[in-house]
């Protein structure tokens, strides 16, 4: 229904986008961005990204449509943040624990972001328990916090650091079966 205004170019969509998505935008923003300003300006900026996409674009899913926007916006909020800053926080320690997985001759963001490692971490992901893939979306797809992470499932912090430390050996493997990485 929501898509349906968006194509009427209603300009409803946008509340009611805000209604239904903004927690879950704002969550997304505010987890790379530990700011809640920054990550309300995020919003917005999905918000407008939406508009100016649909149409032509019409996603299968709205959801992960407006997730995926949100998340980029934040992480190159969060990049030129970091350039100007040079500190270190919440990102760059999810990157440093994806490390183990892609070398560090190779850039990890950039990797990251083809489609090849993409499409390698896809099949990975289906191969995992739900309880194993949801954690490990959790920590490096929303940037969860490994307490947020307890909290949310019922679990220690160090069962989820176990659990993503096992992962993250699995995905290693996986990427040097599929021929990602040497």
Not at 31 to 48: K, P, R
């Amino acid at each position: 229904m929501i898509l349906d205004l968006y194509w009427a170019r209603s300009e409803s969509a946008v509340s009611e986008t805000a209604k239904k998505y903004g927690s879950y935008c704002t969550k997304i923003a505010a987890n790379i961005l530990l700011n809640s300003e920054d990550a309300e300006e995020c919003v917005n900026d999905t918000y407008q990204k939406a508009w100016e996409s649909i149409p032509p674009q019409r996603p299968a899913n709205l959801r992960a449509y407006l997730g995926r926007i949100t998340r980029n916006l934040s992480l190159n909020r969060y990049k030129e943040q970091r350039t100007q800053k040079r500190g270190g926080d919440n990102i760059a320690l999810i990157y440093s624990e994806l490390e183990e997985c892609i070398p560090a001759s190779r850039n990890v963001e950039a990797e990251f972001d083809s489609g090849l490692v993409a499409g390698a971490i896809n099949s990975f992901l289906k191969s995992l328990d739900r309880e194993s893939r949801i954690v490990f979306v959790r920590r490096y797809w929303y940037a969860d916090s490994i307490h947020a992470i307890a909290a949310r499932f019922g679990m220690s912090e160090s069962k989820v650091k176990s659990m993503l430390f096992r992962t993250r050996k699995k995905l290693r493997t996986h990427l040097e079966n599929e021929g990602v990485i040497p």
